[in-house]
């Protein structure tokens, strides 16, 4: 049975969250608080988090923070709040997906299913590819730069496959949006350019093969002509 954590100091918001994701068949913890949260972590295995920003103690953005260096969980954050500034910082933290309150508990469900269901590879034979210094293990989820090991967020370890997968093929920003959160997000293509960035970072030298085509997207080029 899939597992999820439910993390918000609002017990009426945790109540109906529960209700629906066990009408849903996952079975549910809660959390008052970040730190009850981050206990329940070292003690538990979850297929997923969903996590409210505004808490007393400690804040949403440090739990997660703290959460990723325990154990690598997809994360839907909670806020009241919709302002651009907390998504993007939400999505460098390495969350998933971002859903502002006011929500529809339907809704939420389905995007805990979407994001439950992509992070759970079901490939028998994922291959491993090697471009120059670059080594990508798809089924370990490895990324290495001239054979040392990135750390990267879950959604840029999602573009990076994506786009090998569809090596040399130009990629839209909808195209993107579309396969990696499965779902138009905010209609932002701003949210792909911030991850693509974070991406090229995280891949040094080997930035190149992650190409801009101007007033259209992006693809992994390779070989560079």
């Known amino acids: 049975m899939r597992k999820i954590l439910i993390v918000d100091d609002e ?35 979850y297929d997923l988090i969903i996590l409210d920003i505004m808490m007393p103690k400690l804040d949403g953005f440090t ?19 919709g302002e651009e500034y907390d998504k993007l910082f939400g999505f460098e933290l ?9 929500f529809s508990p339907k ?66 920003r909808e195209k993107l949006l579309s396969a990696i959160w499965g779902y138009d997000f905010f209609g932002d293509d701003r ?3 911030t991850h693509i960035k974070m991406l090229r970072s995280s891949l040094g030298e080997y930035r190149k093969f992650v190409v801009t085509l101007r007033g259209m997207g992006y693809k992994f080029e390779y070989p560079i002509n």
């Open 11 to 45: 017990a009426k918001i945790r109540e109906v969250i529960r209700e629906y994701s066990e009408f849903k068949g996952f079975q549910a913890d809660e959390a008052a608080n970040g730190m009850d949260a981050i206990d329940k972590v070292k003690k538990n295995d």
């Open 63 to 81: 739990t997660c923070k703290e959460i990723k260096k325990i154990k690598n969980i997809p994360v839907i954050m909670l806020s009241a709040r």
């Open 94 to 102: 390495g969350i998933d997906d971002y859903v502002v309150k006011p």
């Open 107 to 172: 809704e939420l469900m389905a995007r805990a299913e979407a994001i439950i269901l992509r992070s759970q590879p079901n490939e028998v034979d994922v291959p491993k590819y090697d471009f120059d210094g670059l080594t990508v293990d798809m089924q370990g989820r490895s990324v290495y730069v001239d054979t040392k090991k990135v750390v990267m967020t879950p959604k840029e370890y999602d573009l990076l496959f994506y786009m090998i997968k569809n090596k040399n093929i130009a990629l839209s």
């Open 191 to 193: 949210t792909v350019d």
